[in-house]
């Protein structure tokens, strides 16, 4: 069983930056797909961004495109969401999720699919205030 857990989360003005991380149990993290998503009260669950266990290759959804950053830090197990320029419309609880299989046998659902992922954490709340 991999644990996930977030942290970070809390608020913050509009234009303001906020820097969540997240810390998976298990093997390590670059043998992980990892990804973001943030759901909304009312909300479906929305894509954020993903990285995955290879590194090469990040992907972002749409409305964070050039304000938000994923990266992953070997060293420390972590893989991180650097969120910057943020917007009121960007509140949500924002959860981490892994995905262990990809590193053996791929996966027939796309990364920015929440599918893709069988491990996720409890999620951390972003409030960013007008």
């Known amino acids: 069983q991999v644990q996930v857990v977030e942290s970070g989360g809390g608020l913050v003005q509009a234009g303001g930056s906020l820097r969540l991380s997240c810390a998976a149990s298990?093997?390590?993290?670059?043998?992980?797909?990892m990804g973001w998503f943030r759901q909304a009260p009312g909300k479906a669950r929305e894509f954020v961004a993903s990285?995955?266990?290879?590194?090469?290759?990040?992907f972002y959804g749409d409305s964070v495109k050039g304000r938000f950053t994923i990266s992953r830090d070997d060293a420390k197990n972590t893989v991180n969401l650097q969120m910057d320029s943020l917007k009121p419309e960007d509140t949500a609880v924002y959860y981490c999720?892994?995905?262990?299989?990809?590193?053996?046998?791929?996966?027939?659902?796309?990364?920015?699919?929440?599918?893709?992922?069988?491990?996720w954490g409890q999620g951390t709340q972003v409030t960013v205030s007008s």
């Open positions: 990285v995955s266990w290879s590194g090469g290759d990040t």
């Open positions: 298990g093997r390590a993290v670059s043998t992980y797909d």
């Open positions: 999720a892994a995905d262990t299989s990809s590193y053996f046998s791929g996966s027939i659902y796309p990364d920015n699919s929440p599918l893709h992922y069988q491990y």
